[in-house]
């Protein structure tokens, strides 16, 4: 069973810009969140959606944004990008549709995005 | 406040040796889930071991077992025989009640020595 993917892997772009990341699932997952992580703030939770709704978001300025396509899969935009901007972004798919306590989260491995 | 606590940056281990990852957590909820998940330097978060508020029974997969003091709120991770490809960034995580998120803890690097 193929594991979550993510694309680009690596990327660099320059303040101002703007970038997409994509990410698809684990087939079946129709949850799928984003997390933001970064040597000085960690591991951030950024957004969650399922069937196409954004169900959570974390407290991240509206510059970052996402949305869910029928087939599971996810996109992240960030605009106007800022030198802080630079991180390593995880996406996760779980197979339940409730965040049962239970739930495990299965990650990509992430897509590195250095900003100069 | 911080919801998870990991307290050591770092540690060293010895091949075969068994090591104990502290985590700590903080939550009013009564309903809530305990991650572990390993990333290596590739940065895939691999998830290790699950624990829920509710379980009487610390929870075991295969090396990885999960020490669970609800009284103390810790939820610390033991790794038996340590193996060189242990090497790497460990973290500890919560889910509280039925939030999607997960909390996640700064983080231990462990580094297994031949």
């Known amino acids: 069973k193929a594991g979550v993917t993510q694309t680009p892997r690596y990327l660099i772009k320059t303040r101002g810009q703007q970038v997409t990341l994509s990410c698809s699932p684990i087939?079946?997952?129709?949850?799928v969140s984003w997390y933001q992580q970064t040597p000085g703030q960690g591991l951030q939770f950024l957004f969650e959606?399922?069937?196409?709704?954004?169900?959570n978001k974390g407290n991240f300025p509206g510059r970052f944004s996402g949305r869910q396509f029928s087939n599971s899969r996810s996109e992240m935009n960030v605009s106007t990008l800022e030198l802080g901007d630079s991180a390593l972004y995880l996406c996760?798919?779980?197979?339940?549709?409730?965040?049962?306590?239970?739930?495990?989260?299965?990650f990509g491995e992430g897509s590195r995005l250095t900003v100069l | 406040a911080q919801k998870i606590t990991q307290t050591q940056p770092g540690m060293f281990v010895q091949e075969k040796e068994a090591v104990t990852l502290d985590c700590t957590y903080d939550t009013s909820d009564q309903s809530y889930g305990l991650f572990w998940y390993k990333q290596p330097s590739s940065g895939e978060m691999i998830f290790l071991i699950y624990q829920g508020s509710y379980d009487e029974q610390n929870a075991t997969e295969g090396r990885y077992s999960l020490n669970f003091q609800k009284a103390r709120k810790s939820a610390n991770l033991v790794i038996s025989a340590s193996q060189l490809g242990d090497s790497a960034m460990y973290f500890c995580?919560?889910?509280?009640?039925?939030?999607?998120?997960?909390?996640f803890g700064a983080g231990t690097t462990v580094t297994v020595r031949a």
């Open positions: 996760a798919s779980m197979g339940r549709m409730l965040a049962e306590v239970g739930g495990e989260l299965f």
């Open positions: 959606y399922f069937s196409e709704t954004q169900r």
């Open positions: 995580a919560m889910r509280e009640g039925y939030d999607y998120k997960l909390s």
């Open positions: 087939s079946g997952h129709r949850s």
